[in-house]
C-alpha cells in the first residue's frame, strides 16, 4: 500500500503534473498567449477548442511549439522554441489541450 501512495506522491511533482501558469510565464509562452483571450498569439483555451476533435492534436502541437509555424492563426508567425525542454513542451501542450 506505501508503493501506492509513493507512486502518487511522486506522479504530482512530474513536469505534467506542474503545467501551469508558472511554467508557461517561465518558457515565455505568456509574452505572446493567454489563457483566455489572444495578445499577439490565439488564447489557451482557443487552441484546446480548435484541437478539441483531432487525435494528432497533441504531437501536432508540440512540433509547433518546438519548431514555429505560420498561417494557422493568421499571419502572425509562431517563432520556433527548440530552447524549451521536451518534458516542458508536453507538460504545457497536454495542459492546454484540457483547458474549457
Known sequence: MS???AAVALSLFSPLAQASDALAAKN????????DHKVVG?????IAAKYAAD??????????VKKGGSGVWGTV?????AQVSDADVKALVTWILKMK
Not at 515565455?28 to 498567449?33: D, F, G, L, Q, V
Not at 487525435?55 to 509547433?64: G, S, V
Open 28 to 35: 515565455s509562452c505568456t509574452a505572446c498567449h493567454a489563457k
Open 55 to 64: 487525435k494528432d492534436a497533441t504531437d501536432k502541437l508540440i512540433a509547433k
Open 42 to 46: 490565439p488564447a489557451f483555451k482557443d
Open 3 to 5: 508503493f501506492a501512495y
Open 77 to 81: 508567425p509562431m517563432p520556433p522554441n
